[in-house]
Nanobody
Framework: QLVESGGGSVQAGGSLRLSCVGS????????MAWFRQAPGKEREGVAA??????????GYADSVKGRFTISHDNAKNTLYLQMNSLKPEDTAMYYC???????????????????WGQGTQVTVS
């Protein structure tokens, strides 16, 4: 089970940190990602992190590069998304996702992930 928190309403230029806690699931062993979905739009990948001996490699959508940072706390079994310099177009429901195996071509595709949280709303005005 994945449970997100940390969403809310913020003014443009502000920051939020989203959290995703995995229960009954060793998230540190999994490929994990943050997706978002705005009303009337498809779910899109925002950031992804993949386990490797060095602590995990990361990737970002072009729209959030330099503003968002994905990270993982193995001890807390928690995935984070630090969002800075937020823009109104960042407004969406944000979901965390996890899967043990994700093809490289599907790191930012919802179809690549087996487990999902319920989502947390982010509104930027």
């Amino acid at each position: 089970q994945l449970v997100e928190s940390g969403g809310g309403s913020v003014q443009a230029g502000g920051s939020l940190r989203l959290s995703c806690v995995g229960s009954g699931y060793a998230t540190w062993r999994a490929n994990m990602a943050w997706f978002r979905q705005a009303p009337g739009k498809e779910r899109e990948g925002v950031a992804a992190i993949h386990p490797d001996p060095g602590g995990g490699s990361t990737g970002y959508a072009d729209s959030v590069k330099g503003r968002f940072t994905i990270s993982h706390d193995n001890a807390k079994n928690t995935l984070y998304l630090q969002m800075n310099s937020l823009k109104p177009e960042d407004t969406a429901m944000y979901y965390c996702a996890a899967s043990k195996f994700v093809p490289a071509t599907m790191f930012f595709s919802p179809a690549g992930y087996a487990y999902w949280g319920q989502g947390t709303q982010v509104t930027v005005s």
